[in-house]
Structures are given as structure tokens and as C-alpha cells.
């Protein structure tokens, strides 16, 4: 404890419990308490890292039967010491009593009950809240409201009651009945208008109607359905919140223990059966004095005893009677948590085994080389080409270690996915995950984040890209260039989203918002440059007011920058003369500057200009394999990273023309380490990481006759071309060993001791966020209006006909065997694709989607 005082993590471990309002007063009772430094009130979303983030030492779970056992096993060995306080007993003791194993302290509201807990029972009944009950008795010379007052649940015992004595009541009688039922009860059969018993009342109001009222009737509860004991032997809540609320109860007998709490015919009074209710309560009806007199005493001895501040000086007397164990150690900054190996888990889209991949899977392919012989590293991946109802679980290496099958294929709208949801919770517990890093959410809800949080597991998202700022991942808008994010309107992203994909307005709005609460559950947010981390800042509040934003660029491999001499730059063209060659580095493609490249090399085909393509030629710039158009155009196709080509290093510029705003690239750190001048788009990173005229050239985006003009200096000036080179120094870009002790260094400040070793058996749940109290209109964010599937994921007529007709001529039966077998896969992606790109995936990876391994 800190200064000998307790710092409070509470949690209500019911999902919308009626009996939360227990729970508040149980809170601002610990508040009170002078033994209590502090009370953090926290849900199942943020109680492990709230418990971290605020030292707590002492770990109080109410009520139990729904208990989550892996949350709180994790908050009591973060916390230290802990109890749990049940208020279902007995109906509901099979139940606590398997949960009983994880606490210190059992606090139950039976006095029948405490044997089952064994040393570690306690009795500990419910009281009046001073927050709720806390009314003086109405002075006699101000009239009564009512003559009887009951609230309840329509037990059959009291359903019962209340026939019996309704016929004999007279009939001046004014009373208030509540019987409330739920779907475990039999009918009422109460001879009264539905809307006269059928409603319930809040706490306050509850005992408003207690102090206008000359009884209230305190009757037991009679009935289990989960098939455990039927009666409690300690009254309800209802007898001290009654008292405190200034009225007067009538007790049925049974309740034989409200007369160790009250003393009965002064505090109290005590009934039989039906005639001696009717009796007595005509007594105290007809005699106000006398109802005052006892109403008076019942408060006095509910201030007295029966408020939660009593109850919790009782929890904190007996946790001193503990044996005194090391409770939970506050970690510095400095020091490592245990000694355990830490897991570390990769959430991504693709990895480099797999191919067509970029530089996102080579800076991970790099990492867990790195950091595997500190760490265990798992990736979480997405299913392969048509495999979007598929997600894979895989080993350090690669290996595939669990194959996750879902019913709903990923779809780009998705924000939540209950069953995905269930399968990562499980994940993370069955592989006792430490930390999870997001580098990518294609194939994955972004609710996933808070699955993690859930269970005190820190995360951190590198942002590679712009997916959460937009589905449209690179910022290039409808009219094919860079839309202006973050200056740009949700109207203009409507008019975007609408004309590329024909979702409704309002898709980028539902978007956004839950974005921004998913940033704000991860501890870590990493960017490579000031200008991203503005960019997005700007999108999104969470992230302006993030504890955890830090700049870490992805790294190249180490070394220093290649020392060029100028005499070897470049080389002789076939007709002997010195001749510039530029590198473009990566696939020519659209994104990447394919329409200033395609004319640039055009332009200086006769010029003493070399270009020199490493990686592919999209479909839409095959035509530069033409030799007798582009004689000065060589394709040397892809390279391996770690082992860059010969004819690379021989180049001396290199192209960098995005029309996306790049969050950092790889290329470019490349390029310098081996001592390439770059020229590169005036936007995103590029433009932020190189200074014109000083370590490289910056063009305006989108302008060939910029690139023809930085070429053509370059090739006619060497000069300008050595001092751009003599700029280079390895303070331009990042290397790999200073990344990942920087990295390990933020990992290692938010491990956690968290109890894998405990979660054997353990009850998982996982029913997605909606058991965290996260509600969302709709699971996607895509607001289609009614739209056809096909029309918002971009079909044709001619594929909606298609469909249409193979739904004609398919049986309905076979429809269905086809979405069950392995080639549903197919049949998700032809749905979403059409025929022709189904066909060309197919073609590429038919075996290995069709065929059994």
C-alpha cells in the first residue's frame, strides 16, 4: 500500500447490471473512507490498464455470477490483493463459488452461504446508499401519498401474497404496486390492470415512494432459475434502503435475520400470513405517531449500521486479518517485469513468403529476425487471394500454426465482427500474448484493438499508410490525385466515396468516429515523420491528445552511405558517350508516378539518360517494354532488398514521384545509403525528408515537364550532381539497430506480468465489444442506401445479371454446399470481383485454393 492506504480498483463484473447502482454506492462509501488514497471506477474495457496506470493494490469485483475470470485473474495480479463482493447468493453460489478460486476475500450477501467459500467466506449483507435512500422522515402535520407501497420482482411467492390480501384491504386503501416479471417467470394472475403492476422504479424514486408512503412491503424472494437454492436467509437491499428512506416496513416472518438487523415492533414490524398483515397494517395506516415513531427509529439504526460505509470498514478490517503477502510492485520505466520470455504478436495483411509484397512486409521480415532472440513473434494475418472468410495464425518463421474459418468474408466496410472478435480474444489467451503491434488492419475489423485492451494486453499501431484516416488508404481521390487531406471536408469525401464506390453520404463520418475512439484505446501510435503524425492529428482528436504518439521511422538495413567518386558515376551509352543512369526504384504504377515516368523517358531517349526500372511494369505501362520506342529504357524487374542488384549501385539518380503523400519509403533511405541522388514529389515524406538543392531534387507532384527538366540538369551537370551526393550522410534515413532498440525500449515500458499460467480452464469471453458496452448502429461503415452489393463494391450490370441468373438456374441446396466448402472462398471473391479477375486468380492459385494439402 502506498502510505499505508489502499488505491481501489472497482469493477462491476455484470454487463448492464440493474444492481449498478450497489455498485456507485459502494464507491463513493470507499471515497469516504479515510484507509483509501484512491477509487478507480473502471469498465471491462479499460480496468487492467486503468489499474496499471493508477498503482492500484487492492482489486474489489462485485457481484459475480457473470464474471469474467481471465479479466480478473489479470486484475488481481496486477492489483495485488483482492475481493469480491457476490449479491446473488444463494440462487446463484455454483456459480461464484467456481469464480471464489481467484480472489482473497469472499463477501457474500447469504449468511447460509459462506460455508461454501470455505476460510475465505464472509458474510456481508447489502445496506441503504446514502447517494439514493438518504430521506428524512416526512414530519406528521405533511400528508402520506400513499397507504401501500411494494417494488419487486413478481416472484410466485409474492405474486401469491399479494392475491391473498388484495380482497381484504378496504377499499379506501391507496396503494403503489410494482411486479415487474421476466422471461423465467410464470403469469401473475394478480386480478389488476397490467399497467397498475407492470413498471419499475429507480433507486431515488424507490425510496421517494418509501417516504410518502404509510407501509412498505418487504416480502422474500422465493424462486431460482439456475436450478440452485430458492430462499436467501439475509433480507434484500430493499430492508435498508426502506429504513434509510424513512419508512415504515411490514416483514413477512420468513425473513427470520431482519430481526438482527432491526429490532422488531420498534424498528420494524413483523407479519405472519395475510390476515396479520392486514391487521398490523392498519395499525400503523391509521395511527401516524405511531408510524413516525418506528419509521424514526429504522433510520437511526440504518445511519447507524447499515450504510456501505459500514460495509466497507468490514472488508478492510478483514483484509488486515490477511496474511501478509508482497502485494503489486509499481515498475519503473527502467526495470523489466519478471523474467518470462515476452510474445509479441504482428497483425498485418501480408508477409514476405507469400509475395506481391512491399515494404511493410520486408521491414517485418527484418524485425523478427531482429527482436527473435529476445521475444517470441507470432504474426495475425488475413487469408491469401480468395481466402477472405480466412485468417492465419503464424510462427516466427512463417510456419502456419492455426487456421481461423469464418462465416462473414472480410469486407473492406467492416468495423466489428463479432465472431472475429471472439476468435482474437481467444488467440491472445491461448497464446499468451504480451503486446500486440498493428501494422496493417486490411483483413481485420480495427475492433480488434479493443479486444486486446480488454484483456490488458498493450497495443501499438504503425502507420504505414493512411488506412485509418480513409478507405482509400493512399489519399488519391476520384479525379485520381491526391484529395488534400486533412484540409478536406466530410461533404468532399462523401462526394469522393460516393463517385468511386457509390456509398452514401454519412460512410465517412461513421467511419471516422469510430476510428477515433479505437486510436484512443492503443498505448502506442507510431509515425514515421512530423507531417504524417500532423496529418492524421489533424483527422483525428484521440490522436492530438495522445499520451503515446511517437515518431520511429522504419528502418533500411544498417550501414553507412556509400562513398561514390564522381569519374565512376554513371557510364558510357552504347554510342561511348558518359551517360546518366536514373533508378526507379520499385513498380511503375499509377500511385507511384507511372504518368511523369512513362513520358520522361519518352522525352530523353536520345539524351544521355539511362533508365533503369527495379520491379514490375503495371498492365497500364507495358507498352515501355517497346525497345525501338524507348531504346534508353532497361527493365531489370523485381530485387531483393537485402541484396540490391549490381546495376543499381552503378546508377547515380533515383525516382521517387508518388502522387500520394508517402509515410516515409524505404526506396528512398536505399537510395541514399548507396549514394543516389533522388529526385522526388513534392508531398508527404518525400517531401519532408529531402531538402531541395541540398541532398536531392523536389519536383511539384504530378509534373512530367518538372521530372524532364531535374533530369536533364543531372545529366548535364555533373558538378551539381557530386555536391547533391557529398550531402548524403546516414543522418537522412534510419537504420535497423537503433530502430529496434528504440522499439524494444517502448515495448518494455508497457509490458505487463499478466498471468498466462493461470488461464488454463479459465471461462473466456468473448462476445465481442458489444459486452464492453460498445454500440454500433450498423458493424460497417458503409451506408449503402439500399444499394445492391455489387453496386457498392463497384459491379456491372452484366455481373449483377450474372449472379441473378445463377441464382435462377443453382439450386438453392447446392448454392449453399458450394459457400460451406473451400469454394466458398471462390465464391466470395467472384461476388465481390466478377468473373474476369476470379478467372485470373484462378489461373495463379487454383491448386493451391482447390486442392487439398
Known amino acids: 500500500m502506498t502510505n499505508g492506504k489502499y488505491r481501489v480498483l472497482l469493477l462491476d463484473t455484470k454487463f448492464r447490471n440493474p444492481n449498478h447502482y450497489i455498485c456507485i454506492a459502494l464507491r463513493e462509501a470507499l471515497k469516504r473512507s479515510s484507509h483509501i488514497e484512491c477509487v478507480v471506477e473502471a469498465g471491462p474495457l479499460d480496468a487492467i490498464s486503468r489499474a496499471y496506470?493508477?498503482?492500484c493494490n487492492l482489486f474489489v469485483a462485485f457481484d459475480g455470477e457473470e464474471l469474467d475470470q481471465t479479466l480478473c485473474k489479470r486484475l488481481a495480479q496486477a492489483c495485488g490483493r483482492s475481493l469480491l463482493w457476490v449479491t446473488e447468493d444463494p440462487y446463484e453460489v455454483s456459480v461464484n463459488k467456481r469464480n471464489a478460486l481467484i480472489f482473497d476475500l469472499i463477501f457474500t450477501n447469504d449468511s447460509s452461504s459462506v460455508m461454501e467459500y470455505g476460510a475465505k467466506g464472509r458474510h456481508l449483507p447489502l445496506a441503504g446508499a446514502l447517494e439514493f435512500h438518504n430521506i428524512p422522515v416526512l414530519p406528521a402535520e405533511k400528508p402520506l401519498r400513499y397507504d401501500l407501497f411494494f417494488a419487486g420482482t413478481a416472484w410466485p411467492n409474492?405474486?401469491?401474497?399479494?392475491?391473498?390480501?388484495?380482497?381484504?384491504?378496504?377499499?379506501?386503501?391507496?396503494?403503489?404496486?410494482?411486479?415487474?416479471?421476466?422471461?423465467?417467470?410464470?403469469?401473475?394472475?394478480?386480478?389488476?390492470?397490467?399497467?397498475?403492476?407492470?413498471?419499475?422504479?429507480?433507486?431515488?424514486?424507490?425510496?421517494?415512494?418509501?417516504?410518502?408512503?404509510?407501509?412498505?412491503?418487504?416480502?422474500?424472494?422465493?424462486?431460482?432459475?439456475?436450478?440452485?437454492?430458492?430462499?436467501?436467509?439475509?433480507?434484500?437491499?430493499?430492508?435498508?434502503?426502506?429504513?434509510?428512506?424513512?419508512?415504515?416496513?411490514?416483514?413477512?416472518?420468513?425473513?427470520?435475520?431482519?430481526?438482527?438487523?432491526?429490532?422488531?415492533?420498534r424498528e420494524i414490524v413483523l407479519f405472519s400470513d395475510g390476515?396479520?398483515?392486514?391487521?398490523?397494517?392498519?395499525?400503523?395506516?391509521?395511527?401516524?405517531?405511531?408510524?413516525?415513531?418506528?419509521?424514526?427509529?429504522?433510520?437511526?439504526?440504518?445511519?447507524?449500521?447499515?450504510?456501505?460505509d459500514q460495509r466497507v470498514a468490514t472488508m478492510l478490517t478483514e483484509l488486515t486479518k490477511l496474511p501478509a503477502h508482497a502485494l503489486a510492485k509499481v515498475r519503473t520505466d527502467n526495470e523489466l517485469p519478471g523474467t518470462n520470455r515476452k510474445t509479441v504478436l504482428f497483425v498485418s495483411h501480408n508477409y514476405i513468403s507469400r509475395g506481391d509484397f512491399g515494404g511493410v512486409e520486408i521491414y517485418l521480415d527484418r524485425l523478427r529476425a531482429e527482436i527473435g532472440d529476445e521475444l517470441n513473434v507470432l504474426f495475425y494475418l488475413r487469408g491469401g487471394p480468395g481466402e477472405q472468410f480466412e485468417s492465419l495464425l503464424l510462427s516466427q518463421d512463417y510456419t502456419l500454426?492455426?487456421?481461423?474459418?469464418?462465416?462473414?468474408?472480410?469486407?473492406?466496410?467492416?468495423?466489428?465482427?463479432?465472431?472475429?472478435?471472439?476468435?482474437?480474444?481467444?488467440?491472445?489467451?491461448?497464446?499468451?500474448?504480451?503486446?500486440?503491434?498493428?501494422?496493417?488492419?486490411?483483413?481485420?475489423?480495427?475492433?480488434?484493438?479493443?479486444?486486446?485492451?480488454?484483456?490488458?494486453?498493450?497495443?501499438?499501431?504503425?502507420?504505414?499508410?493512411?488506412?485509418?484516416?480513409?478507405?482509400?488508404?493512399?489519399?488519391?481521390?476520384?479525379n485520381g490525385a491526391f484529395c488534400g487531406a486533412p484540409n478536406v471536408s466530410l461533404s468532399q469525401c462523401d462526394v469522393c466515396l460516393s463517385k468511386k464506390h457509390e456509398f452514401a453520404p454519412g460512410s465517412q463520418a461513421a467511419r471516422r468516429q469510430f476510428w477515433n475512439g479505437v486510436l484512443a484505446a492503443t498505448d502506442l501510435l507510431i509515425f514515421s515523420t512530423p507531417g504524417v503524425r500532423d496529418l492524421v492529428s489533424t483527422t483525428y482528436p484521440a490522436v492530438r491528445e495522445h499520451e503515446g504518439v511517437r515518431l520511429l521511422p522504419v528502418p533500411i538495413l544498417d550501414g553507412e552511405p556509400v562513398q561514390r567518386v564522381a569519374t565512376h558515376s554513371g557510364g558510357n551509352n552504347e554510342r561511348?558517350?558518359?551517360?546518366?543512369?536514373?533508378?526507379?526504384?520499385?513498380?511503375?504504377?499509377?500511385?507511384?508516378?507511372?504518368d511523369l515516368f512513362a513520358p520522361t523517358v519518352a522525352a530523353l531517349?536520345?539524351?544521355?539518360?539511362?533508365?533503369?526500372?527495379?520491379?514490375?511494369?503495371?498492365?497500364?505501362?507495358?507498352?515501355?517494354?517497346?525497345?525501338?520506342?524507348?531504346?534508353?529504357?532497361?527493365?531489370?524487374?523485381?530485387?531483393?532488398?537485402?541484396?540490391?542488384?549490381?546495376?543499381?549501385?552503378?546508377?547515380d539518380v533515383s525516382l521517387h514521384t508518388s502522387i500520394w503523400p508517402e509515410t516515409y519509403c524505404l526506396t528512398l533511405s536505399e537510395a541514399w545509403q548507396n549514394g543516389i541522388v533522388p529526385i522526388v514529389s513534392d508531398i508527404g515524406a518525400l517531401g519532408e525528408r529531402v531538402e531541395h538543392g541540398r541532398n536531392g531534387i523536389k519536383i511539384r507532384v504530378g509534373q512530367a515537364g518538372d521530372l524532364i527538366s531535374a533530369v536533364r540538369l543531372l545529366a548535364e551537370d555533373r558538378s551539381q550532381l557530386a555536391k547533391l551526393r557529398s550531402n548524403i550522410s546516414?543522418?537522412?534515413?534510419?537504420?535497423?539497430?537503433?530502430?529496434?532498440?528504440?522499439?524494444?525500449?517502448?515495448?518494455?515500458?508497457?509490458?505487463?506480468?499478466?498471468?498466462?499460467?493461470?488461464?488454463?480452464?479459465?471461462?473466456?469471453?468473448?462476445?465481442?465489444?458489444?459486452e464492453f458496452g460498445i454500440v454500433l448502429q450498423a458493424p460497417s461503415w458503409v451506408q449503402n442506401s439500399g444499394l445492391s452489393r455489387a453496386a457498392i463494391f463497384g459491379g456491372t450490370g452484366a455481373r449483377s445479371s450474372l449472379v441473378t441468373l445463377t441464382r435462377a438456374i443453382v439450386p438453392a441446396r447446392v448454392r449453399s454446399a458450394i459457400k460451406r466448402s473451400k469454394l466458398r472462398n471462390v465464391h466470395a471473391f467472384y461476388t465481390h470481383h466478377g468473373f474476369k479477375k476470379t478467372a485470373s486468380l484462378l489461373v495463379k492459385h487454383g491448386k493451391r485454393i482447390l486442392w487439398k494439402r
Not at 403 to 418: E, I, K, N, Q
Not at 623 to 650: E, T
Open 53 to 55: 496506470a493508477n498503482s
Open 275 to 308: 390476515h396479520d398483515f392486514v391487521r398490523k397494517a392498519s395499525e400503523v395506516i391509521t395511527d401516524r405517531q405511531y408510524r413516525n415513531r418506528v419509521a424514526t427509529a429504522a433510520r437511526e439504526r440504518a445511519l447507524r449500521d447499515h450504510t456501505y
Open 730 to 770: 546516414g543522418k537522412l534515413y534510419e537504420t535497423l539497430t537503433p530502430h529496434v532498440t528504440a522499439l524494444l525500449g517502448e515495448y518494455r515500458k508497457r509490458f505487463r506480468d499478466l498471468p498466462h499460467e493461470a488461464t488454463t480452464g479459465a471461462t473466456v469471453h468473448g462476445g465481442g465489444i458489444a
Open 576 to 594: 561511348g558517350r558518359w551517360s546518366l543512369k536514373v533508378a526507379m526504384l520499385g513498380n511503375v504504377t499509377a500511385g507511384k508516378g507511372g
Open 158 to 265: 409474492r405474486t401469491a401474497f399479494v392475491r391473498s390480501v388484495i380482497g381484504e384491504m378496504p377499499s379506501e386503501w391507496k396503494f403503489k404496486l410494482a411486479l415487474p416479471v421476466n422471461e423465467h417467470l410464470p403469469p401473475r394472475n394478480v386480478d389488476l390492470p397490467e399497467s397498475l403492476v407492470s413498471w419499475r422504479t429507480s433507486p431515488p424514486d424507490f425510496g421517494r415512494f418509501v417516504n410518502c408512503s404509510a407501509v412498505t412491503i418487504l416480502l422474500p424472494r422465493v424462486f431460482s432459475a439456475s436450478g440452485g437454492r430458492q430462499f436467501a436467509e439475509t433480507p434484500p437491499p430493499r430492508l435498508f434502503e426502506a429504513a434509510l428512506a424513512g419508512g415504515v416496513q411490514l416483514v413477512q416472518e420468513g425473513l427470520a435475520e431482519a430481526a438482527g438487523s432491526f429490532e422488531p415492533e
Open 605 to 651: 531517349a536520345h539524351a544521355p539518360v539511362e533508365f533503369h526500372v527495379f520491379g514490375r511494369l503495371d498492365p497500364a505501362f507495358a507498352y515501355l517494354n517497346n525497345k525501338k520506342q524507348f531504346p534508353n529504357l532497361i527493365v531489370h524487374g523485381p530485387y531483393v532488398a537485402d541484396q540490391l542488384p549490381d546495376s543499381l549501385l552503378q546508377c
Open 401 to 478: 500454426l492455426k487456421r481461423y474459418t469464418f462465416r462473414d468474408a472480410f469486407d473492406v466496410g467492416m468495423l466489428s465482427s463479432p465472431e472475429r472478435e471472439q476468435a482474437f480474444h481467444a488467440l491472445l489467451v491461448e497464446n499468451r500474448v504480451d503486446f500486440v503491434h498493428f501494422h496493417h488492419f486490411i483483413g481485420h475489423p480495427p475492433s480488434l484493438v479493443y479486444m486486446a485492451r480488454q484483456l490488458g494486453v498493450p497495443t501499438a499501431i504503425t502507420f504505414h499508410d493512411y488506412w485509418a484516416v480513409c478507405n482509400e488508404y493512399q489519399l488519391i481521390s476520384f
